[in-house]
């Protein structure tokens, strides 16, 4: 794939110029996955170590997309030895800075939220009283993870704007009955997209990696197409908010217009038989005829 012309750096692809950083707790909460997972798999040579600073390793968006690329893998019934394999013969067979940046731009997490930590008494703060009773719900729909006393949220905007929308009066159930039918909705946008572009720049064999040649053009035309895709979901969420928002409005005030329409001419249907009525009580009476004369 010849490499295009690389636009100038806009604000539509900040997640590309900033690599977030994790612990390892941090990461295993982002990969979906446990420390001890993080632990087995560097030891199997199937993880990058992370970068030391002092005593504390950090690790970055690309060990995020390597951990969901194992994940996939092992839940199509692969094993870990077969994923090993696998790897060594990726990293082997090119330049393994060209297939991380492949895997990074492709698997990478999209949202650079940072997992938040809370207690059950701020959930109760957040939520208000019902908050226990929504906690299974909530992280049936991953917005929590219980971790021992305490709960984590990944993406802790998502809670807030949660606790938000209930402060307003929303029942939490409600809403997250919403947020669970919602779901399959976004799942088949997302899917659409990403057909869309893999029916453009994956011109290659299903059973090999691009050349090496082309990798680099590969990686910047992912990553300048990922905050397109957010540009488009957006923009058309905001579009069927507002039209369903003003049919609301419109079928609301069309149906206090018809009741009002609806008054008045019931109004001036009385009106005018109380007209009719006092007009008849006014007007002269008939002469009576006058009985004939007998002869």
């Given at each position: 794939m010849p490499k295009s012309s690389t636009p100038p750096e806009t604000e539509l692809a900040p997640e590309r110029a900033t690599d977030s950083e994790y612990t390892v707790d941090e990461l295993a909460r982002v990969a979906n996955t446990t420390v001890r997972n993080v632990r087995a798999y560097q030891d199997r040579d199937l993880l990058m170590p992370p970068d030391k600073r002092g005593r504390v390793g950090i690790y970055n968006d690309s060990h995020v997309a390597r951990l969901k690329l194992i994940n996939h893998l092992l839940s199509?019934?692969?094993?870990?030895?077969?994923?090993?394999?696998?790897?060594?013969?990726?990293?082997?067979?090119?330049?393994?800075?060209?297939?991380?940046?492949?895997?990074?731009?492709?698997?990478?997490?999209?949202?650079?939220?940072?997992?938040?930590?809370?207690?059950?008494?701020?959930?109760?703060?957040?939520?208000?009283?019902?908050?226990?009773?929504?906690?299974?719900?909530?992280?049936?729909?991953?917005?929590?993870?219980?971790?021992?006393?305490?709960?984590?949220?990944?993406?802790?905007?998502?809670?807030?704007?949660?606790?938000?929308?209930?402060?307003?009066?929303?029942?939490?159930?409600?809403?997250?009955?919403?947020?669970?039918?919602?779901?399959?909705?976004?799942?088949?946008?997302?899917?659409?997209?990403?057909?869309?572009?893999?029916?453009?720049?994956?011109?290659?064999?299903?059973?090999?990696?691009?050349?090496?040649?082309?990798?680099?053009?590969?990686?910047?035309?992912?990553?300048?197409?990922?905050?397109?895709?957010?540009?488009?979901?957006?923009?058309?969420?905001?579009?069927?908010?507002?039209?369903?928002?003003?049919?609301y409005l419109g079928g609301r005030v069309a149906t206090i217009l018809d009741q009002k329409l609806g008054r008045r001419g019931t109004t001036e249907v009385e009106t005018a038989a109380a007209d009719a009525s006092e007009s008849a009580e006014k007007s002269p009476r008939a002469a009576k005829k006058p009985a004939s004369k007998k002869r």
């Open positions: 199509r019934g692969y094993t870990l030895s077969n994923i090993q394999d696998l790897i060594k013969a990726i990293d082997d067979g090119g330049d393994l800075r060209s297939i991380l940046g492949l895997e990074n731009a492709i698997g990478g997490p999209w949202s650079h939220a940072r997992p938040k930590t809370y207690s059950l008494p701020e959930l109760i703060k957040l939520f208000g009283p019902q908050a226990p009773s929504s906690l299974t719900r909530l992280a049936e729909l991953g917005l929590l993870e219980r971790k021992g006393l305490s709960f984590v949220a990944r993406n802790p905007a998502m809670l807030d704007a949660a606790a938000a929308t209930v402060r307003e009066g929303i029942p939490a159930r409600e809403l997250l009955d919403v947020l669970e039918e919602a779901r399959p909705h976004f799942d088949a946008i997302a899917r659409v997209l990403v057909e869309m572009v893999v029916r453009h720049l994956d011109r290659y064999d299903a059973g090999a990696l691009p050349p090496a040649t082309d990798m680099p053009a590969l990686v910047d035309a992912i990553w300048r197409l990922r905050p397109l895709s957010t540009v488009f979901v957006e923009n058309e969420i905001l579009r069927a908010l507002e039209e369903q928002s003003s049919d």
